[in-house]
Structures are given as C-alpha cells and as structure tokens.
T-cell receptor
C-alpha cells in the first residue's frame, strides 16, 4: 500500500515569491492534516480536513497561507508571499478518520532566501 | 506555550543497553499519548501509544510508562540496537483538545553506539 505522497521534496525560493505544496493521502483516508515543523521543533498542526471540509484551521496564518482539498482527496498548501521565517519542513498526514492513527508523508523542506 | 516537553535534545547509549526517553506534559485534558520515530528525510512513523487509563504498554523491545499524577511518560527501549538511532517525538491528544489533533514535543535524538 502506498503511503502519503508529498511533492516537491525540496523547494528553494526567494522571499516574496509564492510557493505551493501538494499532498496525496493514503487511499481511503478521509482526514488530512498539514503540519509545520521548524528546525529543532516538533510538528505543529496548521489545518485539518475531514473530506473536503477544513474543520480546524485555527493555527493557519490566513494572511499568507491558504489550503484546499478539492474532491476530498489531494490537498494543496500555498504560501503567498513567502517570508524568511517560513523556512521549515511542511508535513502532510492522513488518517482513516479523526480518531485513527495518523500516517505522515516525508515532508517538503522549504528554504526561503 | 509548549504543552508537551522533551527536555533532553539528545541521548547516546551503547548497543544492548537500555534507552530511556522522557516526556512531560502540562495539559491535564490529554488522555492519549504516542511516541513517533523519525529518520532523516522521512516523516514521523508511529511507534507505540498508551491510553491514560493504563500505566504501561509494551510492544516487543519498546515499553511506554505513564505517570498521570506527575504528567510524565517515558519510552524504554531494551535492548537498544543501532537501527534505533533516530529522533523520537512524544505526542499527546485528548477529546477535549480537538479530535485527533496531536501536540508534539521537540524531540530527542537517540544515538545507539555499536
């Protein structure tokens, strides 16, 4: 069974540029999560989707971050414009339901210059 | 405010000996605790968990102990193997803190020396 797929794996951009990350969850998983992991820190939840509905986006900086999960499968996380402090690893995870084990993708390492 | 804390950023242990990784939490609403293991360039993978109604859960070489009164849990790995070298994250969640929303600690890098 394929795991959570994320692309790109690495991205280097200049500040003020837009960037987008893509996530394909495990087939059949209804719940999808985006996490931010800063260097030396643990992952922090940005947004949680139940199917196509964002049910918890309280930690998403909405002035520059946006996310979507069209058709309740793949998801895209966007930053526009990127700032130096956005350099981090962005992890996507999925679970069958809100109460089940989360499976993480390998993450996208973003470097903002 | 860090609700889950791992105060030891790193730990080195000889192969065959016991590794003990510690975790503290502050939110008394947490009722389920997990340990994740992370290799470089990979996402965290689930290792073992414990519910707040238990004080111990064992899975092969891995045992997690929970002390609710002290708001403390620990992961014991015995015997430690070189393949156990990774970053270990403690995580917690609770029905009152938002479904499956996990709160992670900052991680402990375990190095098992052959």
């Amino acid at each position: 069974e394929a795991g959570v797929v994320q692309s790109p794996r690495y991205k280097i951009i200049e500040k003020k540029q837009p960037v987008a990350f893509w996530c394909n969850p495990i087939s059949g998983h209804n719940t999808l999560y985006w996490y931010l992991q800063n260097l030396g820190q643990g992952p922090e939840l940005l947004i949680r989707y139940e199917n196509e509905e964002a049910v918890d986006d309280s930690q998403l900086p909405k002035d520059r971050f946006s996310a979507e999960r069209l058709k309740g499968v793949d998801s895209t996380l966007k930053i526009q414009p990127a700032e130096l402090g956005d350099s981090a690893v962005y992890l996507c995870a999925s679970s069958f339901s809100s109460w089940d084990e989360q499976f993480f993708g390998p993450g996208t390492r973003l470097t903002v210059l | 405010d860090q609700q889950v804390k791992q105060n030891s950023p790193s730990l080195s242990v000889q192969e065959g000996r016991i590794s003990i990784l510690n975790c503290d939490y502050t939110n008394s609403m947490f009722d389920y605790f997990l340990w994740y293991k992370k290799y470089p360039a990979e996402g965290p993978t689930f290792l073992i968990s414990i519910s707040s109604i238990k004080d111990k859960n064992e899975d092969g070489r891995f045992t997690v102990f929970l002390n609710k009164s002290a708001k403390h849990l620990s992961l014991h790995i015995v015997p430690s193997q070189p393949g156990d070298s990774a970053v270990y994250f403690c995580a917690a969640k609770g029905r009152e803190t938002g479904a499956n929303n996990l709160f992670f600690g900052t991680g402990t890098r375990l190095t098992v020396i052959p």
